[in-house]
């Protein structure tokens, strides 16, 4: 054998045996006392918490993963997201919007459905409408988490759990995650901390509909998941909740993180926090046995609060959606928008026939309104005599002014009915006509491209309190007292600028409104100035 290869084979064996002493053997011992750290620490936390004693096997809740955060994109029917391998979460929902893609999960924060995330997820498998991730915490148990996606926004969600061990394991109480906060359109930006909510749907005893909570507090939270159906975050126009299919949840906790800063007036007050909720539906802690297997199967949405498409879905979703204290009449007017729209395409034109046809229901009541004020301003220099004369004598003042409306058939009291009337149907169409999903993108005439956003110009407000300016001018009668003509005189001034910011649908209704009724207003007044 020759010299120098016996040389250079008992060089090879020195390095190698120094290596392993000096190099894999420490690391080994090192990594072996990791795990016993961990595994102590996660035994005294389940002795602290009650919780089953955690064996080696057990999915740990405490180790840290050593794994950077990994992204995986997957584009689903109405968006595209990405999903986080820390909890297979989604990080970000781009949903694809009339108006252009919008981010609305911009936030940071573990991500939407996150479980586990001290845990790292792989991508196992996918399909076209469906992404499986896998987690292998500890020898003989398998985590997997398998999104489906469906085109009529029910969606599906399935977590399972694998234990392959002959021995049971522990498995600590998750929560799903959602939160901080939901993001939406342009449009609605500077309202959404106050429209952003966590709720949850239940259903009271005795009452036929299920019934929206919205949180307030964490000490609002139902001590068990048969308290409710579904549960999660919405703002105006958007929702993401969590509908258990098999399984019983815990408790609901949530609170309020910061998720951006806002200028405030301007920046004149230098910046203040934004925040969002923060929703947390916990699965509570449980042993899995030997060779058997857990899985927990959900329903989600994720998406805009469309009024339409709910109606055609299960689980009550259109309840997320606020009409008000008069909300079956604000329903039936957004059916009968819809039917109009059916009929021309446009929701404009749809809104304009709507203030029509209400108009049409109330035009008795605003003749009777109309006709009592003309004839009020034609005996207000016969009340300024009265109230000249007996300015010191009340009970004598009061019982001549009620001889001169029964003289004339006038009853003071005759114009306040309609307006009783009016007011709970106005009330109802502004909020259809603001929680109108329909009218996101819609377009009406040249710069009207969106009518649930402000005018871009502000020509239909402005139109408006010019409408109600002259209204107002034709009705204050002569003699009236100076306070009270000039509230009226500066009312719409303040109208229109209350309605600058308003969506352009509900500005549009007001304007045709104030159109028709200064029409009727004009007859009446000319019918009462010709009659004998």
Known sequence: MNRNFLLAALLFLLVLTGYNQFVVIPRMQKEQQTA?????????????????????????????????????????????????SKGAGIKTYLFRDVTGDLDLT???????????????????????????????????VEVIKTYRFNENGINNLSLTFNNKNEHDVALPAFDF??????????????????????????????????????????????????????AGVQNR???????????????????????????????????????????QINVPARELGAKSSLTLESDFYFGPKDY??????????????????????GRLARNVLELFYSWTGNYGVAIIMLTVLLQLILFKFTLMSLKS?????????????????????????????????????VNPFSGCLP??????IFLALFNALRTSWSLHGAKFIWWITDLSSKDPYYILPILMGAVMFFQ?????????????????KYMPLLFTLLFMNFPSGLVLYWLTNSLITFGIQTLANKKIANAK
């Open 237 to 279: 126009y958007f929702l993401s909740v969590l509908i258990p299919q098999n399984w019983t949840a815990g408790t609901l906790a949530t609170d309020k993180q910061v998720v951006t800063t806002r200028k405030r007036l301007w920046g004149l007050f230098g910046e203040g926090e934004v925040k969002g909720p923060q929703l």
């Open 36 to 84: 016993e750290q961990q595994l102590e620490q996660a035994k005294q936390e389940a002795a602290l918490s009650g919780e089953t004693a955690v064996t080696p096997a057990a999915v740990s809740k405490t180790a840290a993963a050593a794994l950077p955060e990994e992204l995986i994109t997957f584009d689903a029917p109405s968006a595209q997201i990405t999903f986080s």
């Open 308 to 329: 339409q498409a709910f109606e055609k879905l299960p689980y009550h979703l259109g309840r997320s959606i606020e009409f008000g204290f008069f909300g079956a009449l």
């Open 472 to 488: 107002q001018r034709s009705a204050l009668p002569s003699g009236m007292d100076p306070a009270q003509a000039a509230m009226f």
């Open 373 to 409: 004020s003309a004839k009020m301003r034609k005996l207000q220099p016969e009340m300024k005599r009265l109230q000249d004369k007996y300015k010191n004598n009340a009970e004598m003042l009061n019982r001549e002014m009620m001889a001169l409306y029964q003289k004339h058939g």
């Open 106 to 140: 911009p936030y940071k924060g573990e991500g939407y459905f996150a479980t586990l995330p001290q845990l790292d997820f792989a991508e196992a498998q996918r399909t076209q409408d469906s992404i499986t991730f896998t987690a292998r915490p500890s020898a003989g």
């Open 419 to 424: 307006l009783l009337v009016q007011l709970p």
């Open 177 to 230: 995650n959602f939160g901080p906060g939901l993001s939406t359109t342009q449009s609605e930006l500077s309202d959404n901390e106050r429209e952003s909510k966590a709720v949850y749907l239940t259903q009271e005893p005795g009452k036929k509909n299920p019934t929206l909570v919205e949180f307030t507090d964490s000490e609002d939270s139902p001590a068990s998941g048969k308290d409710w159906i579904w």
